[in-house]
């Protein structure tokens, strides 16, 4: 069974800044995606970010929601076998349970579609103060 773990969720001031981390246990997924979804108390979990894991090092094709477009970058290191999410200018309404999503069985992985995914971590908990 693929193993999704995340880390690096913790609590910041607006404005402040977090970087999370997704480790897999079968990285890359030959040739597979990873995403990153949040899930607020109340709220439907709505994708976040995606990554095409595939291919060479430079180029790979990213997706974000505009809720976070031009504030979150996903990258991804493979030689550590990591992929983060980079979070700039955090605001109260980015406080959430965020997870990170693999094996996508669709092409409904690139609009950050829940249903598209297999493997769902744990998750970490982000918390924005005003």
């Known amino acids: 069974r693929v193993q999704l773990v995340e880390s690096g969720g913790g609590s910041v001031e607006a404005g402040g800044s977090l970087t999370l981390s997704c480790a897999t246990s079968?990285?890359?997924?030959?040739?597979?995606?990873l995403a990153w979804f949040r899930e607020a108390p109340g709220k439907e979990r709505e994708g976040v970010a995606a990554t095409f894991l595939g291919g060479g090092p430079v180029g790979r094709p990213t997706y974000y929601s505009d809720a976070v477009k031009g504030r979150f970058t996903i990258s991804q290191d493979d030689a550590k076998e990591l992929v983060y999410l980079h979070m700039n200018n955090l605001n109260p309404e980015d406080s959430a349970m965020y997870y990170c999503?693999?094996?996508?069985?669709?092409?409904?992985?690139?609009?950050?579609?829940?249903?598209?995914?297999?493997?769902w971590g744990q998750g970490t908990q982000v918390t924005v103060s005003p």
């Open positions: 079968e990285y890359p997924f030959a040739g597979n995606a």
């Open positions: 999503a693999a094996g996508a069985v669709d092409m409904g992985w690139t609009r950050l579609e829940v249903k598209s995914w297999l493997y």
